[in-house]
Nanobody, 124 residues
Framework: EVQLVESGGGLVQAGGSLRLSCATS????????IGWFRQAPGQEREEVSY????????YYADSVRDRFTMSSDNSKNTVYLQMNSLKPEDTALYYC?????????????????RGQGTQVTVSS
């Protein structure tokens, strides 16, 4: 059974930092792309970051580039999202999703393979 379990969210003041974790199981970690998404109430979901299993390149949304860093620990089948210089607009439910890379395109299996999410709230 594929599982993705996020942790590390919480309440933090603007300018602070949080480190999110997404622990996975039930599939061959190296064969898939895992991405971080976020969704705030009333807003569309946003693709925040992912590490492509096709070429190993890490993608960042413009809104988080230079503040967030995604990494992975293959020995633990876990990906991380280090979030620095947090802003109130970063407030959202953050969740990880399983996907497959086809060159530069990613097919996300969000309807079937995503975690429950972890809430991040940034106060001003």
């Amino acid at each position: 059974e594929v599982q993705l379990v996020e942790s590390g969210g919480g309440l933090v003041q603007a300018g602070g930092s949080l480190r999110l974790s997404c622990a996975t199981s039930g599939f061959t970690f190296d064969d898939y792309t895992i991405g971080w998404f976020r969704q705030a109430p009333g807003q569309e979901r946003e693709e925040v970051s992912y590490i492509s299993d096709s070429d190993g390149i890490t993608y960042y949304a413009d809104s988080v580039r230079d503040r967030f860093t995604m990494s992975s620990d293959n020995s633990k089948n876990t990906v991380y999202l280090q979030m620095n210089s947090l802003k109130p607009e970063d407030t959202a439910l953050y969740y990880c999703v399983l996907g497959s890379a086809f060159g530069t395109l990613i097919k996300w299996y969000e309807s079937d393979y995503r975690g429950q999410g972890t809430q991040v709230t940034v106060s001003s």
